[in-house]
């Protein structure tokens, strides 16, 4: 299929990548839900070790991201089987790689999060969870390169179907496990953890059956697993290593923010993991359009059709920019309402609502810039990318440090570190596309 530069395109790519985001993040609501009513420990600690596995997970991601950059672009080029072998080449990295992040977070988490945690009890509920969920990695990084290779040929149908029935089994299980239900032990947090272990599992079950069910998918010359394809490994990692290193810094910042909240204390952690799971529910419309941004640049630049890139950002943006106003009138008129998903305690619930106000300024902007910054990856110039990731992370928690410990200004003025990190994100993308510097970068 050629893409064509079509609002109607955009949403094709777009609209699955929203509703499989709203499945996923049905996983992180559930959790944050059901964990809210189990106690504040548990709410704080499920944040702390939620981040700490996506900063590892999203190690994985960024090796994804450049091989669907790749895939994006060979298929644009109409290079069908070379796609099949940048995806077999995948697998072979990714498998390595949950390897290696197995052995981290299974062993190594429990000694890293003592030494940075302040409470004690957050450390120990952080690292039962983590014990548990490090089980699932394998899967997890799997499912990564099923969902490239689909978003890279532009059929994203069923990463929405797939995470849907991934989020169906981690909603009852996360009933079952966490408060023993049916027969079940009361397993708490390590509950949560067992229930997202294995709706990874399903997913990529029901990933391998659909690809061998569907006779469209030969034309690839998928799971042919030859032998290691060197020139290629090397060139998907050239393009993925500096994005591996971005989502490292990004989800790592996140990470050691989430650590100057925890200093602040407890009633603070567990706000903000229910402001931290709202975040991820209002980014849905912005990961649809970031997916739709970064297929098209890449497919367009291999139909040798430079003159579209800029038009590709700025429909997408149109687009983003729409959707999350509407997604965040939700919150403006019904905050207490929306916290109160995630839990009964009325001190939180009264404490969040300004915080959330902050966080309806971050989603409006993160509509604009990230969808921008995104585009930029799809140029394949992956090594600005880090750039423009480095300076905006390092603003962020030198801001976030200041006005937190230092200043000790309130919780909603500490969540405003946001902003700094979006628009510094947003005007340094902007530059770049606007430059031009992308029109010679080879994939």
């Not at 390595?96 to 409470?119: C, D, N, Q």
């Not at 149908?157 to 981690?170: D, E, F, H, K, R």
């Not at 393009?239 to 925890?262: D, K, R, T």
Request: aromatic fraction near 14%; hydrophobic fraction near 55%.
């Amino acid at each position: 299929m050629e893409l064509k530069l079509t609002y109607k395109q955009i949403w094709q790519i777009a609209y699955p990548m929203i509703l499989g985001s709203v499945a996923q993040n049905i996983i992180n609501v559930t959790d944050t839900a059901f964990l809210g009513r189990v106690g504040e420990i548990e709410l704080g600690a499920a944040a702390i070790a939620g981040l700490f596995y996506f900063a590892i997970i999203m190690i994985g991601w960024g090796m994804g991201s450049g091989a669907q950059i790749i895939i994006a672009r060979r298929y644009g080029e109409k290079k069908y089987l070379d796609i099949g072998k940048v995806f077999d080449n995948s697998l072979f990295l990714m498998i390595g790689l949950a390897v290696i992040t197995f052995f981290v977070m299974y062993f190594l988490s429990p000694i890293l999060l003592g030494y940075v945690l302040k409470s004690n009890d957050i450390h120990i509920a952080s690292s039962a969870y983590l014990n548990v969920r490090s089980w699932g990695v394998l899967f997890a990084l799997t499912n990564v390169v099923f969902r490239v290779f689909f978003v890279g040929i532009a059929s994203t149908s069923v990463i929405s179907w797939t995470t849907g029935i991934m989020a169906l089994i981690n909603v009852v299980l996360d009933y079952i496990f966490i408060f023993g239900h049916f027969g079940a032990p009361e397993m708490g947090i390590q509950g949560a953890a067992l229930a997202s272990v294995i709706a990874e599992i399903s997913a990529t079950l029901i990933f391998i059956i659909y690809m061998y069910s569907k006779s469209k998918f030969k034309i690839f010359g998928l799971f042919q697993f030859d032998e290691i394809n060197k020139k290629l490994v090397k060139l998907i990692l050239r393009v993925s290593y500096p994005i591996m290193i971005q989502h490292i810094i990004s989800l790592g910042g996140w990470f050691l923010f989430f650590l100057i909240i925890e200093r602040m204390g407890e009633h603070e952690l567990a706000i903000s993991n229910i402001i931290r799971s709202v975040y991820m529910v209002f980014m849905i419309p912005t990961w649809g359009f970031n997916a739709a941004v970064n297929t098209m640049v890449s497919n367009f630049l291999g139909q040798k059709k430079n003159e579209a890139v800029l038009k590709v950002v700025k429909m997408n943006v149109f687009l983003s920019l729409v959707c999350s106003l509407i997604v965040v009138q939700v919150s403006i008129f019904f905050p207490k309402e929306i916290i109160s998903i995630f839990t009964t305690n009325e001190m939180i619930i009264n404490d969040g609502v300004y915080t959330l106000y902050v966080l309806n300024l971050a989603i409006v902007s993160l509509s604009i810039c990230w969808v921008m910054f995104n585009a930029v990856l799809g140029t394949g110039d992956t090594k600005i990318a880090l750039k423009i990731e480095v300076i905006c992370i390092t603003a962020y928690l030198l801001y976030a440090y200041y006005i937190t410990l230092v200043l000790e200004c309130s919780l909603e003025i500490a969540w405003t570190s946001e902003m700094v990190y979006i628009w510094l994100m947003g005007i340094f993308a902007y530059i770049y596309l606007v430059k031009g510097n992308w029109k010679k970068i080879e994939v």
